[in-house]
């Protein structure tokens, strides 16, 4: 347990977005000029979004990553961090149905808290993030960029499904 941090996602988010608006005001890649006003955007929505939550929950330990296995992959968080990212993992890495994952979002949205909650991590763009990362890193990202856009309409779908159900 000692190894576990506490998390706040809107600081992290609100950190994240200032240091790669700051980053990408000078990139020279066409594919990262042509998305990063979008995904930076999908980034405030979850801010905006996870801002208004009421957090009242007890944190449980999670997984910071669904698809990363090592001992810093825990955190101290609110279950719906491992329900949101367990639904993203889903969406961009297992290429699950629309329909097996508004079932998973069914029977787990206990609340309006949760719905919120749930929206916001599935919202907030980690995944284009780390492929940003990885291109500082000297990685070509293009290919996967262009796979995750392929995927947005999916998270649209799946945010749309989640913002009509009754918490």
Not at 19 to 45: F, P, Q
Not at 65 to 86: A, C, F, Q, S
Not at 97 to 104: N, S, T, V
């Amino acid at each position: 347990m000692k190894n576990i941090q506490d998390n706040n996602w809107v600081g992290n988010w609100q950190a994240k977005n200032d240091y790669l608006e700051k980053v990408l005001s000078n990139n020279k890649n066409e594919i990262i000029e042509e998305t990063k006003d979008y995904y930076i955007g999908l980034a405030e929505t979850a801010i905006f979004i996870a801002k208004r939550s009421k957090t009242l929950n007890n944190k449980v330990i999670c997984h910071k990553r669904i698809n990363m296995n090592n001992d810093d992959n825990r955190i101290l968080d609110y279950k719906e961090r491992e329900y949101g990212e367990y639904i993203k993992y889903l969406l961009f890495y297992k290429e699950k149905r629309i329909d097996y994952l508004k079932e998973y979002v069914d029977k787990n949205i206990k609340n309006n808290l949760s719905k919120e909650l749930i929206m916001a991590r599935i919202l907030y763009p980690s995944e284009y993030f780390d492929l940003i990362d990885n291109f500082y890193k000297g990685i070509d990202i293009n290919n996967d960029i262009y796979k995750l856009l392929n995927k947005e309409k999916l998270r649209s779908e799946i945010v749309s499904y989640i913002n009509k159900k009754r918490g």
